[in-house]
């Protein structure tokens, strides 16, 4: 017999421990963003490969301007000049300079590089007015990235600066986790497709959407399956089709305990192993986590705020660790509320808002409209914030736990 009424988190390890990593495949670095490594990155050169300028001026040896003052500058002759993508020619003897200009190799024998805007100079040589320290403005080897460093770790999702840094390391192609597939299917008979006009007692089919762009947005490969009437037989062969080609299914709807909640149903025909039924939180109570043939069955609220929340809360590490990445558990901050919170709060709660800086001090400023059954909440959502079971009405000011949204 499966749990029920679980805490949010025996809920969610439940759900981690049937959760499958994808396959691996091989993609060029250009299409590596936002892809999760597969594969350690190990430098195998150093970067920058050479001893470099971080501007233009001067390449100079440093010895050379100890006494350097406006009352007695020195004068360097001018041997060369380096530009980007060029080897300097000349070693540098005391007395000398090289003009080098912004990402060009350092001269053998220079100890410092001197910006032209310090610097008076003609084109033959230049003068300097201060003394120049041993190593100043001059970029060495290996200084950004060491040759056999562990450059990014496996399990990390890439950014577009990650993806770069692979490109100059001359990797053009990487080993990526294969995106997600999931499949969405949404019950009742008071559902009608989104063209359609409503009749008495119906509602057009909307929270799907947003469940399938948050999807979408996470990186994952959304297919929406459409409707299914409250029939617990047919409902077990839609979530059987969602299954066969994809990774793991999210259903809304028919969740709780009324006479046409069929999913739960749907799922023991379905001979699925149903891991917990409800979850001690509001809005998401409505809520079934189940797995059939090695794949997660998520089934939410037909409510959209509850599916959204249900969906990010217990969804979104889900999918995070089956996508192969290590950090896959959700975000926590510490935020002050903006507003009073007039409530008892019997049960867990969350509540979606926005996060506003304050003077250095994160606040979380709720949404004005608050309702299982409102989508509109969310609209704004770039936090959860978390009222604790048994708490009393809270005051503007009062700290709380939030997760980010984003």
Known sequence: MYPERVELEEGLNLLLKVGRQTDIEEVPV??????????????????????????????????DTVCASKENPVTLSIVEEIPAGHAPVCRLKPGQAAKILTGAPVPSGATAVIKYEDTSFTKDTVTVFTPCKEGSNIVLTGEDVKEGELVVEKGRKLSPALTGLMAGL???????????????????????????????????????????????????????????????????EKIREGLNSNDLMFTTGGVSVGDYDMVLEALKLLGADVLFWKVRMKPGMAFVGAVYDGKPILALSGNPSAAAVSLFLL????????????????AE??????????????????????????????????????????????????????????????????????????
């Open 170 to 236: 001359g990797y053009e192609r990487v080993l990526v986790y294969r995106r997600l597939k999931a499949a969405l299917l949404s019950t009742g008979d008071e559902l009608i497709p989104v063209g359609e006009q409503p009749g008495p007692g119906k509602i057009r089919n909307s929270s799907i959407y947003t469940l399938a762009a948050y999807l979408r947005q996470w990186n994952v490969t959304a297919s929406v399956m459409g409707i299914e009437k409250d029939h617990a037989q047919r409902i077990a």
């Open 333 to 406: 901050i510490q935020v002050r509320m903006l507003e009073d919170f007039p409530k008892k709060s019997p049960s867990r709660r969350f509540l979606p808002g926005t996060l506003e800086i304050v003077d250095g001090q994160a606040w979380i400023r709720f949404a004005k409209k608050q309702g299982n059954g409102m989508l509109n909440p969310m609209r704004d959502c770039e936090i959860l914030g978390e009222i604790k079971a048994g708490s009393p009405p809270m005051k503007k000011g009062s700290i709380i736990r939030a997760y980010r949204f984003f």
């Open 30 to 63: 250009a299409e590596a963003n936002e892809r999760v490594l597969a594969e350690n990155i190990i430098s195998k050169e150093n970067i920058p490969p050479f001893d470099r300028s971080p501007y233009d001026g001067y390449a100079l040896i440093a010895a």
């Open 315 to 330: 969804g979104k590490p889900l999918i995070r660790k089956m996508s192969g990445r290590t950090d896959y558990r959700t």
